[in-house]
């Protein structure tokens, strides 16, 4: 069934509007009477009849709303130190694919790119990144892309799990570290191309991080949060 964001919501009712219109309209040709699924990209989703078709909305009755059924138990921030440039792009398609449910850029000492405001421009191409991916992947939720934050600013204490992947990591695998505790609430850490310095990792250690090892291979930046996220979830999806 075809599925479509929304945030327009009234009791038993629905409006989808912009691209999506002509899509429904013109490139699906779907009727009034035709049946859709609806999502409010914070959870929840429908099925919903097609009462009208203008040219920049298409009005829905919706049936009753219920919890959206694809969404992991366990919801993953990815801490992604700033990779070069076209990179994160690729980051956040994917892990929205696999399941994160929000993003942190981070400025470390060896990002090659650093950010400068404003911000925004930049947030909102990855945020139409992340929709469009969470569309794709017939996501629950449309994964928010935060704005930028220094390393050693990184606040965790939302968290209940926080791993920071680090390359010289010689003893405490992810495996390990998430069959000794893993929370509902997590977050992943990882470096930009150059790799975290030692004193990084103290940092991140000292605001709560674990240091894990994604095995004896050295993955690339943009690999490393695809991985971990693909590896979270195996471990604690049922
Ligand atoms: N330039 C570094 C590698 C950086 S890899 C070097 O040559 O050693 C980029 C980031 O991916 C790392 O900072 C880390 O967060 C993550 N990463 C890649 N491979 C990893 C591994 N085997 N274990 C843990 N983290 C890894």
């Known amino acids: 069934m075809h599925r479509f964001f929304t945030n327009e919501i009234q009791p038993n009712t629905a409006v989808v509007r912009g691209d999506d219109v002509k899509h429904i309209a013109k490139v699906l040709r779907l009727r009034a009477g035709d049946v859709v699924q609806l999502c409010d ?44 440039a076209g990179k994160m792009e690729t980051i956040i398609q994917k892990c929205v694919e696999l399941g994160a449910c929000s993003f942190v ?20 191409r990855w945020q139409r990144v992340s929709e469009e ?19 050693d600013k990184l606040d965790f204490t939302e968290f209940d ?30 470096g930009p191309e150059g790799g975290f310095s030692e004193a990084e990792v103290k940092t991140l250690v000292q605001k709560g991080a674990r240091s894990v090892s994604l095995g004896t291979r050295i993955l690339r930046t943009e690999t490393a949060g695809m991985a971990m996220t693909a590896q979270i979830l195996y471990e604690v999806e049922p």
Request: charged share 25%; glycine share 4%.
């Open 161 to 190: 799990t926080v791993l920071a992947a680090y390359e010289n990591e010689q003893t405490v695998s992810l495996k390990t570290a998430l069959r000794e505790r893993c929370g509902k609430a997590i977050a992943i850490v990882v």
């Open 41 to 84: 990209g914070n959870g929840r989703e429908c099925n919903a009849v097609i009462r009208s078709i203008s040219p920049d909305a298409v009005t829905f009755d919706t049936e009753p709303w219920r919890e959206a059924t694809s969404e992991p138990l366990a919801k993953i921030t990815l801490f992604q130190c700033l990779p070069k």
């Open 105 to 124: 850029p981070v400025q470390s000492e060896r990002c090659v790119v650093v950010l400068k405001p404003p911000y925004e421009g930049r947030i909102e």
């Open 133 to 151: 991916a969470a569309k794709q992947s017939r996501r629950g939720v449309i994964p928010k892309v935060q704005l930028p934050v220094a390393l």
